[in-house]
């Protein structure tokens, strides 16, 4: 059956063999991707390679070891279970062929608890059938696996089978409510008899934004910063006992290196579920972790700036606009409040209101890049040039590995017309950032402007490399072609 033909058998959920239920085409999963024989499109690995091996490159000269682990969906586990005419067409799952294009990149522990998951199928479930997700006995089979990866990596206090005893409960997963009618089951649950862990912070934000931090005095005190996938829900309970301290932020696939320079973790792990490897995000973007994971998004004021945030990221500034105007009215405004409303306000071009705002964050922490960023943007729309470089310039003391603040700071010298200044500097740049497209793009722009017409169509076309479905690299492609 070809990929056509069998699209009219998925939908949201998918019924399978053996009552299994499984994922289908459902926010912005693709069951397609487990079923080709080639899942990854040239793009997405190239910046999925360029971004590990400068994460590989950066945490190597922090002295960090990084790990990238991998959690398999049940596709890729139960295809047994796929309904009929699901098959899948040879070459390995997606999460075999991404890594085994990945392992060439050095410096990087990859953890594929695939194998040893396989192995475990025949006693307790170690996925539920109702849920998208591992159950608790599966995911200590895969914490085990973690374990053995790290062993020689860090100190850490590992669990023993005797430490943790199951018993069943009945449970309904994401998969099992979306049915008619629900459907529930019996599930292993973990009950763990060693190392309590005790949480010193519990920050929920709006759309994947929650962070925790776990201390566990019976554990070595090792630092693990964890940025996780949904599969860690059913795992923590392990982790949180094998590591002296914990900081767990709800974030699948960027990784933050302004954080990983203030906490100072011992390591660093990259949790990610096989799925989410096609909702890859770039690691440059303005804000910081403090912005996203230890900002209030909780109170009263908090809710009211979640759902300005989202606003913004779906593109509807204008209706986020209402809720940031009583934010400027109070005199005792948090300044992770004042940057929300800097933002909105900044977005509907009323740069004087959003320099007011920005300026309010600012007196608190002056030195943080992403207010100083977001000023630089507000100066431009002011007309402040001088100030516009100064405050980017900023920024780029603190966190010059960011992409994007380099990209502010090219884009300056581009708009007043300092091409081969751009030129120059992107072009350093570049040696270090390679898998930030708009960087690329900028340079283009760049050669172009200087008849270095060579240059300008190799950064056009290493754009392109980076996202071949953004319009706006296509039609500099044109330009840069036909002159």
Not at 20 to 46: C, H, I, Y
Not at 167 to 187: C, F, I, K, Q
Not at 272 to 300: K, M, N, P
Request: proline letters at 5%.
């Amino acid at each position: 059956m070809t990929i056509a033909e069998q699209r009219g058998l998925i939908r949201g959920v998918l019924e399978g063999r053996n009552g299994r239920l499984f994922l289908g085409d459902q926010d912005g999963f693709a069951l397609e991707w487990f079923l080709s024989t080639k899942p990854f499109n040239r793009p997405l690995l190239e910046v999925w390679k360029r971004t590990l091996r400068r994460r590989a490159r950066e945490l190597r000269r922090r002295g960090i070891p990084y790990a990238f682990y991998l959690a398999p969906d049940a596709h890729s586990v139960y295809p047994e279970d796929l309904p009929e005419g699901c098959e899948r067409a040879g070459r390995g799952t997606p999460g075999e062929q991404f890594l085994a294009t990945m392992r060439e990149i050095a410096g990087i522990e990859y953890i594929d608890p695939r194998p040893d998951l396989l192995a475990a199928k025949g006693a307790l479930e170690i996925y539920r059938k109702t849920d998208s997700h591992w159950t608790q006995y599966g995911s200590f089979i895969a914490y085990k696996t973690l374990c053995r990866a790290l062993r020689s990596r860090v100190t850490l206090a590992e669990l023993e089978a005797r430490d943790v005893a199951f018993e069943y409960r009945r449970l309904y997963g994401d998969l099992g409510v979306l049915v008619t009618p629900e459907r529930s089951e019996e599930a292993p649950r973990a009950i763990v008899s060693r190392n309590p862990y005790e949480r010193l912070l519990d920050n929920d934000g709006f759309d994947r934004t929650s962070a925790f931090e776990t201390f566990c005095p019976g554990a070595p005190p090792t630092r693990l910063l964890l940025m996780r996938d949904s599969f860690m829900t059913d795992q923590f309970d392990y982790l949180g006992r094998s590591f002296g301290h914990v900081l767990c932020a709800g974030t699948t696939t960027r990784l933050f290196l302004d954080e990983i320079d203030r906490w100072k973790p011992d390591i660093v792990m990259s949790h990610v579920g096989e799925r989410r490897l096609y909702s890859y995000q770039v690691d440059h973007a303005q804000d910081t972790f403090e912005d996203i994971f230890r900002s209030d998004f909780t109170s009263d004021r908090g809710r009211i700036a979640g759902r300005a945030m989202l606003l913004l990221s779906a593109r509807r500034a204008p209706e986020a606009l209402p809720l940031v105007a009583p934010f400027e009215e109070d005199p005792a405004l948090r300044p992770d409040h004042a940057y929300v409303a800097a933002q909105v306000l900044h977005a509907n071009g009323l740069e004087q209101r959003a320099f007011g705002a920005i300026a309010l964050a600012l007196e608190h922490f002056p030195a943080r890049p992403s207010y100083r960023c977001l000023a630089s943007k507000i100066h431009v729309g002011l007309g402040n040039w001088d100030l516009a470089f100064e405050s980017i310039a900023r920024a780029l003391e603190v966190a010059s590995y960011n992409g994007h603040y380099h990209q502010v700071f090219a884009y300056l010298l581009t708009e007043r017309g300092e091409m081969a200044t751009a030129r120059q500097y992107l072009e350093r740049v570049l040696e270090e950032i390679d898998d930030f497209a708009p960087l690329w793009q900028l340079q283009t722009i760049a050669c172009n402007a200087v008849g270095d017409k060579s240059s300008a169509y190799e950064a056009i076309a290493q754009a392109l490399t980076l996202d071949s479905s953004e319009p706006v690299f296509h039609t500099l492609a044109r330009e840069t072609w036909r002159n």
